[in-house]
């Protein structure tokens, strides 16, 4: 497994952006897709963006489409989420997850075919 480590949360105004990073050490980390999910208060984990090993695909939930971006560096051993003209509604924990999953394309919503997780990063949106 990997241990990932995310950073990069704050709090910002509605509009504003913020990039959050996740940082990989372990195993040979370009084996693995990389999904970002978030949770606010008193709610389901929720998918929110995926990237595969490579970087080839990514994946977005409706509610972040055309405003998140997710890239990787496997160089750096680091995914980016990118977010941009956030509103107050995606206030919540951001975690970053990989997984060694063979079918990833397929399966990047589950949280179950994550192997391992980051600690999590608050992200805040006042309106």
């Known amino acids: 497994q990997v241990q990932l480590v995310e950073s990069g949360g704050g709090l910002v105004q509605a509009g504003g952006s913020l990039s959050l990073s996740c940082t990989a050490s372990?195993?040979?980390?370009?084996?693995?897709?990389v999904g970002w999910f978030r949770q606010a208060p008193g709610q389901e984990r929720e998918f929110v963006a995926a990237?595969?090993?490579?970087?080839?695909?990514?994946y977005f939930a409706d509610s972040v489409k055309g405003r998140f971006t997710i890239s990787r560096d496997n160089a750096k051993n680091t995914v980016y989420l990118q977010m941009n003209s956030l509103k107050p509604e995606d206030t919540a924990v951001y975690y970053c997850?990989?997984?060694?999953?063979?079918?990833?394309?397929?399966?990047?919503?589950?949280?179950?075919?994550?192997?391992?997780w980051g600690q999590g990063t608050q992200v805040t949106v006042s309106s």
């Open positions: 372990g195993r040979t980390f370009s084996n693995y897709g």
């Open positions: 990237i595969n090993w490579n970087g080839g695909r990514t």
């Open positions: 997850a990989a997984s060694s999953h063979p079918n990833y394309n397929i399966n990047y919503l589950y949280t179950t075919i994550y192997n391992s």
